[in-house]
């Protein structure tokens, strides 16, 4: 499996520093990585960079492995959605030009006083107008679990089902889960066929020690992202499952701790690949 980072474990670092993708890219390259994750909204400007990046990509040994973009499809009116809608789309023009064939999609979250079905409709008819661009240009479209429309492994698996394209998958964000109370592993196996791309994170509940608020759950819980491997998911149990069932998917951290990120982000990519070679087979 092929190890890339996302630009978000560098979050902390990109706001204090100001860095820009190519900061962030030189970064990843002393890290020995196959690849990076980019963000749509760490562009400064975007045509300016983008051929930047491309022109550094071509130089080095870093891929994209996916290209992340922040749509909402839970807006109220039809010209919203058609925003959003275009979003992804250009999304798609970006990962094509940076010679990556995925694209991590968000479906958009619960608003205040909103309709569920009403809200998921909204996802499903705008997944399904994006799906046609994306087939047409040979990309992925991989929905991250993320918030309470499509958090759940059940919830993702739903919508995949719904739109019925298969262009559109799912991006395994093993740590995103807990968040929803939804076991990792469990989540797996509902989503194991439908996978392109995994968010390869790691959280703990956080105690009365801990300075950092961290994540609120579903319940009561507080989540603190931690390095994988020190927190509840079972990580190695994860490759373990990748590797007997022949996904064959890039791994990307997703580091969303409060330590310094530039150790962590180090320490988590070291981890990784003990846990890669400790799954061989």
């Known amino acids: 499996m092929k190890v890339s980072v996302s630009m978000y474990s560098l979050h902390s670092v990109v706001k204090k520093e100001n860095w820009n993708a190519i900061d ?10 196959d690849g990076v994750e980019l963000l749509d909204f760490y562009w400064k400007n975007k045509e300016e960079e983008l051929e930047e990046v491309i022109e550094y990509l071509v130089q080095s040994s870093l891929e994209v492995s996916c290209y992340d973009v ?15 809608i275009q979003k992804v789309k250009d999304a798609v023009d970006t990962a094509k030009r940076l010679n990556t064939r995925c694209v991590r999609v968000f479906c958009g979250d619960l608003k205040p006083k909103m309709d569920y079905a009403i809200g998921k409709e909204w996802i499903i008819s705008s997944l399904k107008q994006c799906a046609k661009y994306a087939e047409a240009q040979g990309i992925v479209l991989a929905i991250e679990n993320h918030g309470l429309l499509a958090g759940k492994s059940e919830q993702v698996k739903e919508i995949l089902s719904e ?5 559109v998958k799912s991006t395994f964000d093993t740590g995103n889960f807990l968040l929803v109370e939804d076991n990792p592993l469990a989540a797996y196996q509902n989503l194991k066929n439908e996978i392109a791309h995994v968010h390869f994170k790691d959280f703990r509940v956080r105690t009365a020690e801990d300075a950092n608020s961290g994540f609120k759950g579903l ?9 994988p491997g020190d927190g509840e998911v079972e990580l190695a149990e994860i490759i373990s499952n990748l590797k007997r069932d022949g996904v064959n998917t890039w791994l990307s951290l997703e580091y969303e701790g409060s330590d310094d990120a530039k150790i962590a982000v180090r320490d988590s990519v070291n981890r990784i690949r003990k846990l890669l070679v400790s799954q061989e087979v």
């Open 24 to 33: 962030f890219c030189r970064f990843a390259e002393t890290l020995n990585l």
């Open 70 to 84: 922040s749509n909402d499809f839970v807006k109220e009116t039809a010209d919203e959605r058609k925003n959003e």
């Open 163 to 167: 739109v019925g394209s298969p262009n």
């Open 219 to 227: 319940g009561e819980k507080y989540w603190i992202g931690v390095i």
